[in-house]
């Protein structure tokens, strides 16, 4: 079993940046591609980019250029670094395993991007 808890999220101005971090319990966090997802207000969530094992990425193209999804296996933490944030990033932003698990599903936490 794996349990997954977002961290890092705020309030940021348009232009600004924020890292993003998903602490994973359980030793199979190794074997796991994950990723992170958003969901704005009202709408559904979205993928935003994903990570293998081995460290191949991939990122929606709202996202190419913007944010750097990483991982370290020693800690079992992944991560989301963010910059040139604008309002329309502002979302809860979670993390999960791809393709996602309802059982992996945790808080988020909330970026918000505002003047």
């Known amino acids: 079993q794996v349990q997954l808890v977002e961290s890092g999220g705020g309030l940021v101005q348009p232009g600004g940046s924020l890292r993003l971090s998903c602490a994973a319990s359980?030793?199979?966090?190794?074997?796991?591609?994950m990723a992170w997802y958003r969901q704005a207000p009202g709408k559904e969530r979205d993928l935003v980019a994903t990570?293998?094992?081995?460290?191949?990425?991939y990122y929606a193209d709202a996202m190419k250029g913007r944010f750097t999804i990483s991982r370290d296996n020693a800690k079992n933490t992944v991560y989301l670094q963010m910059s040139s944030l604008q309002p329309e990033d502002t979302a809860v932003y979670y993390c999960?395993?791809?393709?996602?698990?309802?059982?992996?599903w945790g808080q988020g936490t909330q970026v918000t991007v505002s003047s």
């Open positions: 999960n395993v791809h393709p996602p698990q309802v059982r992996y």
């Open positions: 990570i293998t094992q081995g460290g191949s990425t």
């Open positions: 359980g030793s199979i966090f190794k074997s796991l591609r």
